[in-house]
Antibody
Framework: EVQLVESGGGLVESGGSLRLSCTSSGLTLSDAWMNWIRQAPGKGLEWVGRIRSNVDGGTTDDATLLKGRFTISRDDSKNTLYLQMDGLKTEDTAVYYC?????WGQGTLVSVSS | QAVVTQEPSLTVSPGGTVTLTCGSSTGAVTSGHNPYWFQQKPGQVPRTMISETSNKQSWTPARFSGSLLGGKAVLTLSGAQPEDEAEYYCLLSYSNFRVFGGGTKLTVL
């Protein structure tokens, strides 16, 4: 069974950085189009970005509103997906999920204080 | 950036049928938008119900179905159960980005 597990969330001050990770059992991440999705408290789902599978080029796309502050990458040797978040703002406070092949991780909470 | 629209709320009677729609500000939704439907109950992780317009996941009850109708992606629930009360989100893919709809709060009452 495919399982996705996020980690790396926590409390950070505005302007700071954080790196989230997503590991998997049962799924080789380099074979999948991996997405990061977030959900602010009491709000809807918001697509953050994705990385294509290696066979599809391994390139990334991200939501325009992020203005390049977030970077998605993958370490195939560790079967791990990353979300590097820089220049964090209070409005980035959310639960961050990784999503692929119909599966969701349990999410990791990022809280940005002013 | 495209805007994806969903009904903010819908109500269905137990055993009844309801249709949730997902539209795009860029025009008709097609299979090329690779529509997904997700169910989320309070305090829980979202759950994928439909992928690629109409493909059910192994855990998706048979009463749920996905399709395209009238230029929109559609999630149909036939024979609603109390446990189907939840928020439902659609997700559409564009050339280099994806966009969620604002969600439909479905009440079974």
């Amino acid at each position: 069974e495919v399982q996705l597990v996020e980690s790396g969330g926590g409390l950070v001050e505005s302007g700071g950085s954080l790196r989230l990770s997503c590991t998997s059992s049962g799924l080789t991440l380099s074979d999948a189009w991996m997405n990061w999705i977030r959900q602010a408290p009491g709000k809807g789902l918001e697509w953050v970005g994705r990385i294509r599978s290696n066979v599809d080029g391994g390139t990334t796309d991200d939501a325009t509103l992020l203005k390049g502050r977030f970077t998605i990458s993958r370490d195939d040797s560790k079967n791990t997906l990353y979300l590097q978040m820089d220049g964090l703002k209070t409005e980035d406070t959310a639960v961050y999920y990784c999503f692929a092949s119909g599966r969701w991780g349990q999410g990791t909470l990022v809280s940005v204080s002013s | 950036q495209a805007v994806v629209t969903q009904e903010p709320s819908l109500t269905v009677s137990p055993g009844g049928t309801v249709t949730l729609t997902c539209g795009s500000s860029t025009g008709a939704v097609t299979s090329g938008h690779n529509p997904y439907w997700f169910q989320q109950k309070p305090g829980q992780v979202p759950r994928t119900m439909i992928s690629e317009t109409s493909n059910k996941q192994s855990w998706t009850p048979a009463r749920f179905s996905g399709s395209l109708l009238g230029g929109k992606a559609v999630l149909t629930l036939s024979g609603a159960q109390p446990e189907d009360e939840a928020e439902y989100y659609c997700l559409l893919s564009y050339s280099n980005f994806r966009v969620f709809g604002g969600g439909t709060k479905l009440t079974v009452l």
